[in-house]
């Protein structure tokens, strides 16, 4: 039996779909967490395979292999990663930055645009932003929010807001892959991972065909309306073609430059038959 970890974010439904909606296939269970709970059940092999941040691949590749064109990634604007500060990015050096409990991935990204594009020098504290309905309030001069809680955060005049996929590309001219499926498994267990990585192509493609009246049916799930979930759900790209890898490499670089990672790590994958 395989254990198929979940983000119940709506950027993770669509390569889940089929199988939520149908159930999954024999031999596979899914577990549901945020990212960074699925970093860690995967680690502890609580669970087998996992759409897991991409940056947990860099610091324990030698734990884990990847699955073959499937990401979670945008080519510009996401929506879902944003900073919200009460001043502009250039006067956040030595301020207060609020970093969310749930993410691992957008928080080193957020750390590489301060620090190393923009040369600024923060001070970061950690919160939870289920429980925290605004850090500004609270003494932050700006905060990250990740997921369907900042796709619902409505923008307000006084403040400034910018997304960290479309600063990404500013920057480096690359598509980021926020998270990338990953198993802990052994070659012994290969038979059940290829039959798992079709399964969850075919689900793929399922949403590309469907989206539309999946948004009707998920949306209220997700705390958006239909066209608004539709809407985020085509700027997202779920391939990791060539382009992508090129950012996820590039990424890496940057991260283990900024200690985020002991280094940049070869690509091992499962086989596709």
Avoid: K
């Avoid at 479309?166 to 802990?184: H, K």
């Avoid at 590039?250 to 690509?267: I, K, S, T, W």
């Amino acid at each position: 039996m395989l254990r198929l970890g979940h983000i119940d974010f709506s950027n993770c439904f669509p390569v889940h779909a089929l199988l939520l909606e149908r159930g999954a296939p024999a031999g596979i269970v899914l577990s549901s967490g945020t990212p960074a709970e699925l970093n860690a059940e995967l680690a502890a092999g609580r669970v087998d395979v996992a759409p897991a941040s991409s940056i947990e691949y860099a610091r324990h590749a030698e734990r884990y292999r990847l699955f073959p064109d499937l990401a979670i990634g945008s080519r510009g604007p996401v929506g879902s990663i944003v900073l919200e500060s009460a001043r502009r990015v250039d006067e956040l050096d030595e301020q207060v930055v609020a970093l969310p409990t749930a993410s691992a991935t957008s928080v080193v990204l957020l750390r590489l645009l301060l620090e190393r594009r923009a040369d600024l020098r923060p001070r970061y504290v950690w919160y939870d932003q289920t429980r925290t309905p605004d850090p500004l309030a609270e003494g932050a001069s700006a905060a990250l929010w990740i997921g369907d809680v900042a796709l619902r955060r409505p923008e307000r005049n006084e403040r400034f807001f910018v997304d960290l996929g479309q600063a990404w590309r500013e920057w480096t001219g690359l598509p980021f892959a926020y998270a990338v499926w990953q198993t802990s498994a052994g070659p012994e267990r290969d038979a059940e991972l290829c039959a798992l990585q079709r399964a969850l192509l075919a689900s793929r493609a399922y949403f590309e065909t469907s989206a539309a009246a999946l948004a009707e049916r998920h949306a209220a799930h997700f705390g958006l309306d239909p066209a608004r979930l539709l809407e985020y759900w085509r700027s997202l790209d779920y391939t990791l073609g060539e382009d992508m890898l090129r950012g996820l490499v590039h990424f890496y670089r940057l991260a283990a430059e900024l200690g985020e990672a002991p280094g940049v790590p070869a690509l091992r994958w499962i086989p596709t038959s």
